[in-house]
């Protein structure tokens, strides 16, 4: 048995002591307790049985926002990832110059800071509800986070081929279309496949508020109380987003 | 008979298959030109409707800026609220998965069928989204917090578990073997050979589910959820955009501040 005694040193009790405080202060402050969740209960059956069973009639007539989210997915995730491109070679250090990089690095990040759904809630104030402001909340998002993704793997290319073209004089632009591209395609393709699922995933959700898609749907039938609606809704998403998953990994075993 | 390297490229590729290989990239990019045209049909996006959002957005953009810096202080509860759902969203899942990932797993589960069944379970948990989770909890339960928090742990005990099993799934069948040979138990193998063998993994994903919750837990409040995420949805529907840029600098702020933090944790236990 090991020593019990000489494991508790005073920092492992003072670390101990204050992770337990951490908690303590959490679960006060988010309401988190057993007794609130037993309350909770029967409002949640109540809740239950109001969604169940599911009004399947309801399902053909998810048809046309179920295509809507597909379509946001694929345009947001096309436009998105043929910005990124350029975004990720001026944001690369061996690719740029510093005055470049750096101010396309800080957009960049800022781009990605703010999570898709805000930038949603922001295109939907400034352009109305619809389809139009999920995807411009997703083709921003997927600019920043796929840029940073492309600079990265830009940055870790083997650097031989290029030297051996600017060598013998070729254009910056040709070295990275010719020597640079062709070593990251792979890589690119794949995060634009596994961007492909997340939009789908988040045009799912992104119309509670407002832009458009199955999200829309639901957070309109549970606004007017038609639970059972809401309930064939969240089925869609759940296949529409394991559907998704699947068929994205199928294709990323294929590409890479 | 002597060897020679081989040519890294042939040169000599027959005509044919350039031409094969032309035409298949022509279709694919027909094909993938094609349905992103639908798409744009479909969804009703333009370049026109893009330019003449171009002002709107610029209006919108006049009117957040500048940052409202008197409520900046006020904007503190929320942020705590986001940061504590976010430490128990990622925490108390542990206790839940960490069972289930072993439960769950082919190679530590007592019974196949019990296995089947609660990756199942995990995969459903994980595939309906925290925002989803949280607005149904919302309109069970009310406003606030709690229904937040709870939203998260049931997402997270899913993606979590899921992480789980595979790391678990992973682990040398021989260490397994060789324990259940001495005459170990179950819990045993378990505990002394399984979960010591993939701890640094584990670690990882439950940072990661750290980093993620963190920034879901940002934009909860946009369903009513609690955290940031409500103050700015508050402020932007009282049309008060100066706090909800605020409140958009505070979120980047949480964020760059937490990834600094798990990046630097990540760096010491792996």
């Known amino acids: 048995m090991p020593n019990l005694r000489s494991r508790l ?4 009790l003072a670390m101990a002591v204050g992770a337990i405080a951490v908690y303590w202060w959490s679960i006060e402050g988010t309401e988190l307790s057993l007794i609130e969740i037993i309350k909770g209960l029967p409002d949640l059956w109540k809740l239950l049985r109001l969604m169940f069973p599911p009004d399947l009639s309801f399902a053909w007539q998810l048809w046309r926002p179920l295509i809507e989210t597909l379509q946001i997915g694929i345009l947001a995730t096309f436009i998105g990832s043929v910005l990124a491109l350029p975004m990720g070679f001026l944001a690369a250090r061996n690719m740029s110059h510093p005055f470049v990089y750096y101010p396309i690095r800080l ?45 990265e793997a830009v940055e870790a290319v083997d650097p031989g081929p290029l030297e051996a073209m600017r060598s013998i004089g070729a254009s910056p632009w040709k070295v990275f279309l010719y020597g640079a591209l062709p070593q990251v395609l792979p890589i690119y393709l794949s995060y634009a496949l ?6 789908t995933r988040q045009a799912a959700i992104l119309g509670f508020v407002g832009a458009g898609g199955l999200g829309y749907t639901l957070f309109w039938s549970i606004s007017v109380y038609q639970f059972e609606r809401a309930t064939t809704a969240i089925i869609a998403i759940i296949l529409l987003i394991t559907v998704m998953d699947w068929f994205c990994l199928f294709l990323r075993k294929r590409i890479i | 008979m002597p060897k020679y390297p081989q040519a890294a ?16 990239w022509l279709l694919t990019s027909g094909v993938i030109l094609a349905v992103v045209i639908w798409c744009a049909w479909g969804t009703g996006f333009n370049i026109p409707k893009l330019l003449a959002g171009m002002p709107a957005l610029h209006d919108l953009g006049g009117r957040m800026l500048p940052p409202d810096m008197e409520v900046f202080t006020e904007l503190g509860v929320p942020t705590i609220e986001t940061l504590q759902m976010a430490l128990l969203g990622t925490t108390i899942p542990v206790f839940f998965s960490l069972p289930l990932a072993l439960l769950a797993a082919i190679n530590t589960t007592p019974n196949q069928v019990l296995g089947a069944a609660i990756r199942v379970l ?20 009310g406003l606030g917090t709690f229904p937040g928090t709870i939203a998260l742990i049931l997402h997270t005990t899913g993606g979590l578990g899921k992480f789980y099993y595979e790391a678990i799934e992973a682990v040398d069948p021989g260490i397994i073997e060789a324990m259940e040979a001495t005459g170990a138990g179950r819990f045993q193998v378990a505990w002394f050979g399984v979960l010591p063998n993939c701890f640094p993994i584990l670690l990882s994903s439950t940072l990661t589910y750290w980093d993620y919750n963190n920034r879901a837990a940002t934009i ?9 995420g409500l103050a700015f949805t508050h402020a932007i529907q009282d049309f008060q955009y100066p706090i909800a840029m605020t409140c958009i ?22």
């Open chain 1, 9 to 12: 040193t005073p920092t492992r």
């Open chain 1, 107 to 151: 957009v960049l990040n800022v781009l990605r800071g703010i999570s898709e759904l805000i930038w949603a809630l922001l295109f939907v104030v400034a352009v109305g509800f619809g389809p139009f402001a999920g995807i411009l909340a997703l083709i921003i998002f997927s600019v920043g986070i796929m840029g940073k993704l492309i600079a």
């Open chain 1, 194 to 199: 596994y961007y492909w699922d997340h939009n």
């Open chain 2, 9 to 24: 490229v042939s040169i000599d590729r027959p005509l044919e298959r350039r031409r094969a290989l032309r035409l298949n």
């Open chain 2, 122 to 141: 995990l995969n459903t948990l994980r595939t309906i989204p925290e925002l989803l989770w949280a607005m149904l909890l919302v309109s069970a339960v």
């Open chain 2, 220 to 228: 909860l409040g946009l369903v009513g959820a609690g955290g940031i």
């Open chain 2, 249 to 270: 600098i505070v979120i980047v702020l949480i964020l760059t501040v937490i990834d600094r933090i798990s990046a630097a944790l990540r760096a010491r236990v792996i």
